[in-house]
């Protein structure tokens, strides 16, 4: 306890050294408190995003469609999705299931065309696992069978706004180019890009004539009560509907983006610890200058009787309470950042614009904040002051009190 | 009862071989005040180190209280110095973010003593040495005396068998120097500890009652008072 005392005093003969010191790890953790709930923030707005507009927390397909999904393999559909669907609703994790088809098309409207995910939506069943009619920002959700729906994004880029007319054209599940006239009944903005940039929707049973489908569809989507249970629900429904079909998780479906999500983590946080390195050396500094300062002083310990490991322990602890100040500062500057980020968000739209990262997010991003990171981060900062403390000090201890007395 | 017999210490300096003591023999008996005295370069320090397990001899023995220190381990060594000797340094050697009540109860720390008897132990010994309303300050907010006042209660709160002064009075003025020998020889009396002390200093060795004498390393001198000034 007492040499606890003697250490507490040590820390604050230099105070300002002790602040810089102190303040340097506060950057370095502060940074991969910041970056991991950045990361996180990004995580969940891209999981929500592919679950309440893309995906749903499952998707039905034939079997063989998702192994060929880039191409839409049209003849490689659900011909009979009523049964399935029917089947699946009897399960009791199941909140929602609704039936679409997506392929590719180009919208013209007169002058310019562009690529586009078109999509065909059950109007009546979409809501229980979509919130595409609550992201209509201007005009009306799907009526009548000219209706389309388009994310604001196109409809500034492609000049289209509320009535406006416009041409789809796509080829048939034979391979027979087919065209079909709308107007534009509604625009919508959700965060996923895709929707807002890319994608046009119009009914299911429009798109089915589109694609001479008859009653096919490309997926069953399905949306659960507890998403902790997802892969029973997996295993069960794929019991359930048999194999002919084959059934997904949303984060099945989406492993590239999250793999490209691990890789962003590792390197924001090996930039994180790039920082913390050079805390620490600043540490090593810190604690070689309070050893060399003092081997007269230890030379005294010594002579009164001081073993070598009482004098490690009290340098270890002066290391250590630096330390645990500065992770403490970094902890809380960490945290005040990352609030800011969570409530506020931070639009990167300004650096990047529309910019499309491979990751369906927007450019602003809300942070969300991991307490057990927090605390991991907090120890992970002691333990770096505290192990860097011990070589210093283990040269000094080496010293015999004579030499150690003598030292200037 | 420190005895030292045909002690060497060889330093290398460079290629060199530098002799700093050659063949010192002596036996200081308990209660003795004694001081070593010679120029700069005769061995004093180098013979107080080893007498105080500081330092290692190149050749020969030393046993304090029957025990050869030459046979001791560093953890015994160091057992040895919590134990039995304390130490007063020509630079006081206080920490200075520390009180002198607190840098006094430094040794203590290391004993299996209880708070409460530290505290009387620390007040006592700071009251013995004339510093009862001092024991808050800090050693920059104190003389060079009182500094080396505190460094003596330090050296005499546990209660060693033996002090080992080098050059003790050698940082302050004439006046300052006499009170601290004074108080040195007062303590001597008092508690029976053996005080050994080193410097150059004629007045220092005005207050000793023996007075060995080092030149180039070997006793040449060792001479005793019977009523010491």
């Given at each position: 306890m007492k040499i606890l005392h003697l250490a507490w005093r040590n820390v604050f003969r230099h105070t300002r050294r002790t602040l810089i010191t102190a303040s340097a790890i506060s950057v370095g953790l502060s940074a991969m408190i910041l970056s991991n709930t950045m990361m996180n923030g990004a995580d969940k707005m891209a999981s929500e995003n592919i679950i309440q507009y893309e995906t749903g927390h499952m998707q039905i397909f034939a079997k063989g469609y998702y192994r060929e999904e880039g191409i839409f393999p049209?003849?490689?559909?659900?011909?009979?999705?009523e049964t399935i669907i029917q089947h699946v609703r009897t399960h009791r994790n199941v909140a929602g299931v609704t039936e679409r088809v997506k392929f590719q098309a180009r919208v013209n409207n007169g002058v310019d065309e562009l690529p586009t995910l078109a999509y065909g939506i059950d109007i009546e069943n979409d809501s229980e696992v979509f919130r595409i009619a609550q992201s209509v920002v201007d005009g009306a959700f799907l009526k009548e069978r000219e209706d389309i729906l388009i994310g604001t994004d196109l409809a500034r880029d492609m000049g289209f706004a509320i009535g406006s007319y416009l041409t789809v054209i796509t080829k048939d599940r034979y391979g027979t180019y087919n065209a079909n006239d709308f107007f534009v009944s509604g625009l919508i903005n959700t965060t996923h890009p895709l929707f807002d940039r890319n994608a046009v929707l119009m009914k299911l049973e429009v798109a089915q004539q589109l694609l001479d489908?008859?009653?096919?569809?490309?997926e069953i989507c399905v949306r659960v009560r507890n998403s902790a249970q997802l892969a029973s629900a997996q295993r069960d429904i794929t019991a359930l509907i048999g194999a002919k079909y084959e059934v997904y998780t949303w984060r099945e479906l989406n492993a590239a983006i999250f793999e490209i999500s691990g890789f962003k983590r590792l390197s924001q946080f090996m930039i994180a610890l790039v920082v913390l390195i050079i805390a620490a050396v600043g540490i090593v500094n810190t604690m070689l200058m309070a050893v060399m300062e003092r081997i007269p002083e230890i030379g005294t310990l010594k002579a009164m009787g001081f073993r070598n490991n009482s004098i490690v322990q009290m340098f270890v602890l002066e290391g250590g309470i630096i330390g645990a100040f500065g992770s403490l500062l970094g902890c809380i500057f960490g945290v005040l950042m990352s609030l800011y980020v969570a409530i506020q968000g931070l639009d990167f739209s300004q650096f990047f614009?529309?910019?499309?990262?491979?990751?369906?997010?927007?450019?602003?991003i809300k942070g969300e904040i991991d307490f057990l990171t927090i605390l991991l981060v907090f120890l992970f900062g002691v333990v770096v002051t505290i192990l860097v403390s011990l070589w210093p000090v283990r040269m000094a201890t080496r010293l015999e009190p004579v030499d150690a007395l003598r030292h200037v | 009862m420190v005895e030292v017999n045909e002690l060497h210490k060889d330093y290398r300096v460079g290629k060199v071989l530098f002799p700093a003591l050659r063949g010192v023999n002596t036996v200081i008996q308990d209660g003795e005040f004694t001081a070593i005295a010679g120029p700069s370069g005769s061995g004093k320090t180098t013979l107080l180190n080893i007498i105080g397990c500081l330092d290692s001899p190149t050749s020969g023995t030393v046993y304090i209280d029957g025990t050869d220190?030459?046979?001791?381990t560093t953890r015994e060594k160091a057992n040895l110095r919590k134990n039995q000797i304390g130490f007063v340094f020509q630079t006081f050697n206080?920490?200075?973010?520390?009180?002198a009540f607190e840098n006094v109860e430094i040794p203590l720390l290391l004993l299996d003593t209880k708070t409460d008897e530290n505290k009387d132990r620390v007040v006592g010994i700071l009251e013995e040495v004339g510093l009862a309303e001092y024991l808050h300050r800090k050693p920059n907010e104190m003389s060079g005396g009182q500094q080396q006042r505190v460094a003596i209660a330090r050296a005499l709160v546990k209660r060693p068998s033996l002090v080992l002064a080098d050059e003790p009075t050698a940082n302050l003025d004439s006046t300052t120097a006499r009170e601290i020998l004074e108080l040195m020889q007062e303590l001597n009396r008092k508690f029976h500890t053996t005080f050994v002390f080193s410097t150059h200093d004629q007045l220092v060795m005005d207050y000793a009652e023996r007075i060995i004498g080092l030149r180039d390393g070997m006793i040449v001198d060792d001479k005793r008072k019977e009523t010491p000034a």
């Open positions: 049209l003849d490689t559909i659900i011909e009979e999705p489908l008859d009653h096919g569809v490309t614009g529309d910019m499309d990262v491979g990751y369906p997010i927007k450019m602003i | 220190t030459g046979t001791l206080l920490i200075p973010v520390l009180t």
